[in-house]
């Protein structure tokens, strides 16, 4: 079995396809894993690491006024995360990861673990939440996965 990164490249490859990534509480890992497979510059355009909701604003033009009605973690900010990388890469795909990492930093409504991730192409937006266990590795390392899965579900669909 291919590792998720290999098999998200030759999908891209196949429709001839470039994605732009966002990346927010996996801080690179996504792109990491990309860029482990040879040939990915064949289809990964660019990535960012948004850390803050003013690069979210500054960078992938994710309004402020959707940041303080959602915050930093929902479903409306990991779309137009999404959305905003795939102008930024000038990209037929886009995917984005936000979330809350720990061990600090959850609430009630938004424990440690929370993840919201989305992946974008002409017509077509789905998200994901999911909820992960472990520490801040642990996170990282699920989320980074989960993102990889759904962006090729979307792929293989479309």
């Known amino acids: 079995m291919k590792p998720l990164e290999e098999e998200v490249g030759e999908l891209l490859r196949k429709r001839q396809f470039t994605l732009g990534v966002a990346e927010s509480c996996t801080g690179g890992l996504i792109c990491h894993r990309l860029t482990n497979v040879p040939g990915s510059s064949d289809y990964l355009e660019r990535g960012v690491v948004v850390y803050s909701n003013r690069a979210k604003v500054e960078l992938l033009d994710v309004p ?4 303080e009605a959602h915050g930093a973690v929902s479903q409306e900010t990991a779309e ?17 990861v936000t979330g809350v990492a720990g061990p600090g930093g959850g609430s009630a409504a938004k424990p440690v673990g929370t993840v919201f991730m989305a992946v974008t192409s002409p017509g077509r937006t789905r998200c994901e939440a999911h909820r992960f266990s472990g520490d801040r590795l642990a996170v990282k390392a699920q989320a980074a996965e989960a993102a990889l899965a759904l962006l090729r579900r979307h792929l293989l669909e479309g």
């Open 64 to 67: 402020s006024a959707l940041l």
């Open 80 to 96: 137009a995360m999404a959305r905003g990388v795939r102008a930024l890469a000038r990209s037929e795909v886009g995917v984005a």
